[in-house]
Every structure is written in C-alpha cells, then in structure tokens.
C-alpha cells in the first residue's frame, strides 16, 4: 500500500480511473483491460497474477465491473482513499455523459447517425472482451495451471451450449476456486512441515 503522503500518486490514481472511465465504452469487461495496462504494465503498482484476482473479484461481486474492478484496485494500491478516489474516478465521468444527454435524448434516440456509431461501438466492445479473453487464457497457459484452464471451459460450455443460468455458473465456480485454496493451503502446510 502506499503512503499516506503520496498525494501525487492519488492524484494518480483518481486521474487515470477519470480518463479511462471518460473514454471507454462497454463498460468493465472494456475497462479492466485498460485498468491491467495503467495499473499492471504502465506504472507497476499491481502483479499480473493479483489483477487476475481482483478482476475476478470484481466480475463475481455485486454491481457494475468497472465500479467494483476501480474500487478494488484502488484499495489495493491505496487503501480506503485509494478506493474513495478511484470509484469517484469511475462514476463522474459516465453520470455527467448521461446528464448531458438527457437533456438531448429524443434528438439522439432518433439520429440514425448516432444509431451507426452506437452499432460500430457494439463491435469494439466485443473485439476488446476477446482480446480480454485470449489474454487471460495465455496467461494460464503460461503458469501451466489446468485447473482455471478447465473452469473457463467449463462455464463458457455450460452457459453457452446448456443455457446454464450465469448466478449458479459464479457460485460453482467461487465455491471451485475456494476449495482449490484450501487444497494449495493444506499441501503448502504440509511441505512447510505444519
């Protein structure tokens, strides 16, 4: 965690959430990819491995992604003015887009102009989430570890050919996931010896 002094690295935090939050559409399956290059690859403050986790974290909680994946990398980076600071980041920019085209939303909703760009975003979006997914699978590869490898699988086969519903696909694979650490907890105990 930061110190509390950093006031540049707050500012930092909560510019970043801001712009990246201004800039993107689709939401969070959009953004943590943009969070994972600022917070990961840019400046350094989070692993790899830990962003996995928290973008997991944030997919599994309740809420938007974005907001929680914002809330949770900014209490990891910063504790709890870290968190305040960078869902703040994530919120204004969305809540003053909106408030701004309320005021124009009949001249909008029937422009067949804005309804193409609409479309052509709709492309992006779903060109980053692959990308997000291609990434994540390469990254398990990488580490060797079957066990996510077969839980991807898993879920995108149950949900996309079985029509399982997406809450019960999150609690098998959280209660997947916790029983996998107890299992690596229980062999590290043993190796150490415990």
């Not at 986790?53 to 309740?62: C, F, G, K, R, Y």
């Not at 003053?96 to 760009?117: G, T």
């Not at 060109?127 to 590869?141: E, G, P, Q, S």
Request: charged fraction near 15%.
């Amino acid at each position: 965690m930061l110190k509390k002094t950093d006031g540049k690295r707050y500012g930092q935090l909560f510019v970043s959430t801001f712009k990246l939050s201004a800039c993107t559409f689709g939401g969070g399956f959009v953004m943590i990819p943009l969070l994972r290059k600022r917070f990961v690859e840019e400046l350094g403050w989070i692993e790899e491995q830990e962003m996995m986790d928290l973008t997991a974290i944030a997919q599994s909680s309740p809420g938007a992604i974005a907001v929680n994946a914002s809330i949770l990398v900014g209490y990891r980076v910063a504790g709890i003015p870290g968190a305040l600071l960078t869902v703040l980041g994530a919120v204004l920019p969305p809540l003053m887009i909106i408030s701004v085209i309320s005021l124009f939303y009949q001249a909008f909703r029937d422009n067949a102009i804005v309804n193409m760009a609409m479309a052509g975003m709709l492309c992006g979006v779903a060109a980053v989430i692959v990308d997000v997914v291609i990434h994540m699978v390469k990254t398990i590869v990488q580490q060797r570890k079957i066990m996510p490898l077969l839980v991807l699988l898993g879920s995108f086969a149950a949900v996309r050919f079985y029509g399982v519903n997406i809450i019960l696909v999150i609690l098998v694979c959280g209660l997947i996931g916790a029983l996998e650490t107890m299992r690596r907890e229980k062999h590290s105990k043993e190796a150490k010896g415990e």
